[in-house]
């Protein structure tokens, strides 16, 4: 054999065999490949798609139509002026502070007061005829829609309105008082109106200390008139303060209309101590009448306890006033102690408390009246069944003038007599119609009144 090498044979498969493999795969299983570039091609175009909308979706401008909202894809509330995240294109919840002040502006600019305020009817804080469930409309905004509705005269809305602002309670107080204090108009009026009915001790001492700082003038009269109003028990010392403090006629006189509606044994016990611990008598004196001006249904136990036994004859300027708040809370059993206070006075000492006796005219004492008018109530004495006979003048009707005539014609007491007569001829000479009445219905019917004790 010549120069011919023995060459051995490699098993191990080569690069170009493993090139050619491959290439093969390729050819046949190239579709599988294709679903992954698909895959990002398709979210590539989505993602750009997704950023020139938001780019192009003018923030805070699109038109708001009653009762629907537009939300994002984080599932919030687009709210004009809202921030955007520029990573993900959405928008990013904005403080609630800032949004209600967006929405004021959003309100202004546009001139409608409704445009902020667009929530779901029946919800607290809802204005009438708003629609959708959105957050809730500011002071500024409600009373936007307040002012609204009075020149429309849309009572409705008026009375939502009202009831809107009243339920916000202490955090509408701060804008209420600015309100009443800059401006003159029927809205301030109103505003002041929602500040008495929200009634804390907040909301009563912006009213008497923006009442204070007004000018005399129509507009102060008519402002007091509302602070009047305040009926929360809560502010009791804020009005007691206010009327000892004296330093405003109006505001005196409104906190004290106000405290005399609400006054319990709270309020009359604390009166009382104020009184005792007064170093002048004009002190005194401002005190007593605060207790004369108290006419609330509350406070008839606590004023009897103050005024002593019937029969007391020695009354300080305290125990006088609660005789007079007595009468003009006219209950039943405060009616009744000032008749037996009347019988039990000593001859030619009664004529003051007979005087305030036959003044009464409240309607819940026209019962108790007429009762002992007739006799029928321990009250046979002539001072108190005449005192009642001259209060009955207080309550014409038909029904009186025939009791006051069978009064007249049955009663062998001439004092009674005259008395009937008296009250009689000032019903003729006041309301002759009822004259006429009583005589179209007269009969023989006993017209004894019911003890309204036993009612």
């Not at 007691?240 to 405003?248: C, I, K, P």
């Not at 005192?387 to 004092?415: G, M, R």
Request: glycine content about 6%; charged content about 20%.
């Amino acid at each position: 054999m010549t120069g011919k090498k023995h060459q051995k044979k490699d098993t191990t498969p080569s690069t170009t065999n493993r090139s050619l493999g491959l290439r093969n795969l390729v050819k046949r299983e190239w579709p599988l490949l294709l679903i992954p570039a698909l895959v990002l091609v398709a979210l590539s175009v989505l993602y750009t798609a997704h950023r020139s909308l938001q780019q192009e979706r003018p923030h805070g401008n699109t038109p708001s139509v009653p009762g629907q909202s537009t939300a994002t894809a984080t599932g919030q509330p687009d709210v004009p002026g809202a921030p955007t995240d520029p990573q993900a294109g959405t928008t990013v919840p904005a403080d609630p502070a800032a949004m209600t002040a967006n929405q004021s502006q959003a309100a202004s600019a546009t001139g409608d007061p409704n445009r902020a305020d667009t929530r779901t009817p029946g919800a607290p804080g809802a204005t009438a005829g708003a629609g959708g469930s959105q957050d809730p409309a500011t002071v500024a905004s409600l009373v936007g829609t307040l002012r609204q509705a009075l020149q429309q005269e849309d009572h409705a809305r008026i009375k939502q309105v009202m009831n809107d602002l009243v339920a916000l309670g202490d955090d509408a107080v701060e804008e209420l008082g600015e309100i009443i204090a800059n401006n003159s108009d029927e809205t301030a009026l109103w505003a002041a109106e929602a500040l008495a009915r929200i009634g804390t001790p907040a909301a009563a001492a912006t009213l008497l200390d923006t009442l204070a700082q007004l000018e005399d003038g129509q507009y102060k009269e008519q402002l007091a008139k509302r602070t009047s109003n305040i009926a929360n028990h809560e502010s009791w010392p804020i009005l007691l303060d206010a009327v000892q403090a004296g330093a405003d006629r109006a505001v005196q006189r409104a906190a004290a209309t106000s405290l005399g509606r609400m006054a319990d044994t709270a309020v009359i016990d604390e009166i009382v101590a104020r009184y005792d611990a007064a170093t002048t008598p004009e002190a005194a004196d401002l005190l007593a009448q605060m207790m004369s001006n108290i006419n609330s249904p509350t406070a008839g136990e606590a004023l009897r306890k103050l005024a002593g036994s019937v029969s007391s004859t020695t009354l300080d300027s305290l125990q006088q006033a609660a005789i007079q708040a007595m009468a003009a809370i006219g209950d039943t059993q405060s009616v009744n102690y000032l008749l037996e206070r009347l019988e039990a006075s000593p001859p030619g000492q009664g004529g003051q408390l007979y005087n305030t006796i036959a003044n009464i005219n409240q309607p819940q004492a026209e019962a108790a009246l007429r009762y002992a008018a007739a006799g029928s109530k321990g009250v046979s004495a002539e001072q108190g069944r005449t005192a009642a006979i001259s209060a009955l003048q207080n309550y014409p009707s038909a029904e009186t003038y025939q009791l006051l005539e069978q009064i007249a014609a049955n009663s062998d007491n001439t004092a009674v007599v005259t008395a009937a007569l008296r009250t009689l001829e000032t019903i003729d000479k006041n309301q002759p119609a009822i004259a006429e009445q009583a005589t179209s219905k007269a009969d023989t019917t006993d017209l004894l009144p019911v003890d309204p004790l036993k009612k």
